[in-house]
Every structure is written in C-alpha cells, then in structure tokens.
C-alpha cells in the first residue's frame, strides 16, 4: 500500500469517514550550497520522491487534533491557548499555528492523521515536511490560499522561535516549493528561486550513513557565530556580499578558525553558481567535480562532516559510474548526496553499501531518488 492509501486508512479507522484533505508535503536533498543559507548565499536542493502525508478534515471547535503514525502521542490543543509545552513533535504544529496567528491569518481548526516515509534525523528534513504539511492544512480549512515563500518563512521562524533550532530557510523553500525533475537555485536573500534541470540520464542517490545530528549541538550554532565574526570583519551583513578575491586580500588578517569558516561559505557559493552552469550545460562531469569540492571544503574547513560521511563520501566517489559525492544537509552524521549515471545507480548502491557496512559497522540506508514536487493537496 502507498503512503497515500495507507493515510486515508488510517484516517477512516480514526474518524468514521473520508478525510476532506489529503497533502503531500516531501522531504529534501541539497545537490550543493551547505551551510550557505544563512550566510544570505545560494543552495541548489531538490524535493524528494519522499514525504509527509496527511489526511484531515475541519473542526469547528477552533482545537487541532493531529495523530502520527510515527508518534506515540497525539498532538491536542486549542488554536488561540497553545502553549510551548516542549512535548516533542507537538511543537512543529503548535510553533506553525502561532506564526500563523502572528502574521495575521485567522485560522480554522481541523483534525487529522499524519504518516511519513522521510527518517527523522538524518538531514532529509522531516521537520520541514511537517511544517509544510501543517502549514497546508491550515490553508485548506481555513480558506487561504498556500504561498510557498510566506509558509517557508513561517516554518523557519517556526524552528528559529519556537523550537529553537537555529537553522537556516533553505528546508522549508525547497519542501513548499520544489519542481519535479528539477532542482531550485535558491538565492537565500531575496528567496527567488530558478528551476535547474538534473542532467540527462543522471540518477541521485542518498546514502545515509546511520549516524545522527542534533540541531541542538553546539556544533551548528558555532559555525553560524564564526560566519557572523567574519561577516562583521568584512564589514557586511552576510558573507554572501564578500568575494573570493575580497576574502583572499585580507584572509591572513583572520584567525585560523574564522578564516576557514568564511572560505568554505564563500567558495561554496561560487561553487552552486558554477553547478547551475553545469546543469544549464548537461555537463555532470563538472558537477561532480563541484560535489566533490563541496565535500572536500565541508570536512577540512568547515568541519561539519564526521568519520562515516567521509567515508561514505569517499566510497560513492569512487566507483565507476559515479560523477561526485558529498555530505548533505546541516552534518555531524546523517546523509551523503551522490549523482552517479542512472543505468548504474542500483550497482553503485549495492557496492557502496557492502563496503560501508565492512568499513564502518554500519548498515547504510541507500535511496535512488528523483526531484519530486513541492508541497500540495492531492
Ligand atoms: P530532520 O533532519 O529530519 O528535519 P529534526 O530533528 O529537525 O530532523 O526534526 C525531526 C522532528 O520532526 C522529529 O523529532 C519530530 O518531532 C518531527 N517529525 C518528523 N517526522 C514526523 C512524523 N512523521 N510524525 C511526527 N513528527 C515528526
Ligand atoms: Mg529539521
């Protein structure tokens, strides 16, 4: 049974009848552009073929009533006395709720069921898809209509304010937003967007390395202070407003550890430009090459990979039939991205999973994907 089914089930079991509204709302995978978003820079993602899904239907009482199939506990509140209660995946509804009512939508209760095929944890942003999700629930019963750039800021302030997980906007742009069989250039600043084509007969791999990130690690609001000491060096807002060249003439002038985050930040956005290009060109040879790089910059300046991304990285890129391989997504444990000629890509799974799980202990979960569409109601 496809999730879609399997949703409708479950909300027939719960609720007597048809749901009103099915939504899918996917996950996603960055090609290129880590660690750029909230340097205001560019990041190339694409929506998978993999999703949350929910069935609802309104409720007139002005309470959200949501069950996940994934989640031992319902979520229950009253829309206008939410609380922040720190109860897990509660929040993401709650915070999306409030932000809502914040920005002035006058919303409509509902009730419904969620299920989901996107792992929690890994870099494939769960957390997005659900926002999204909710985001489009309360769309459809409260008779607004969906735009995917305000629901995508909602959703990061949804993380930023009420979650609290720092992160950047590119996870709930790409979810909302994505094109099937195409990636989106986001230019994180202006949040315009472009759809860039894969390359012809090219297929995208996830490999998840089985190891975990937390948002709450100190790690990742490191790096974001280190990007903001070097925005302020340069006299700017955001490194996405330093060049290479500018970085290069006065580099020498920063500590070692600042300079290195800068570069990675200012490099990789030059590298998503040149990626762009590629694609524009068919040419998955070079865009191989610029994953690689990204991968490369990730682990020895920025330092946000972690032993078994490196290794799985360092695999993929290593088989015949593979054009490049990266970590995706924020680090410190979840998924690699490799792009690898579509006739091959079962063989390069199967092949870099039995020498990861010999290398590393581990036995890797490896996913062909395709670039799927963004969030709707189906
Ligand atoms: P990710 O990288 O997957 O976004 P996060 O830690 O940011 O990881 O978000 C994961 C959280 O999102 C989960 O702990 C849970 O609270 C929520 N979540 C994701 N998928 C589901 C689901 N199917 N049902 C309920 N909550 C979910
Ligand atoms: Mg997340």
Redesign the pocket.
Known sequence: MNLKEHVIEAFEQRFGERPSTIIRSP?RVNLIGEHTDYNDGFVLPLAIDRA?WLALRPREDGRVLAY????PEP?DFALRESQHTNS?????VKGMARMLLDAGYDLTGWEGV???D?????????????EMAVGRAFAAVSNFPFDGIKMARLGQQT?NEW?G?N?GIM?QMISANGRAGFALLIDCRDLTMAPIPLPQETAVLILDTMTR???TDSGYNERRESCERAAAFFGVSHLRDVSLAQFEARAAELDDITRRRARHVITENDRVLAAVQSMQAGDAATLGRLMNASHASLRDDFAVTNAQLDEIARLAQAQPGCFGARMT??GFG?CAVALVEAEMAAEIATAVAAQYQSAASLIPHIYITTASSGTATL
Do not use: I, M, R
């Open positions: 996950g949350v996940s199939q994934e989640q979520t897990g995946w509660a929040e993401y969620l299920t989901s996107v792992p929690v944890g890994s870099g494939l942003s769960s957390s997005a898809a659900l993380e979650v997980a992160t996870d990130h937390s948002h997504g924020g979840g």
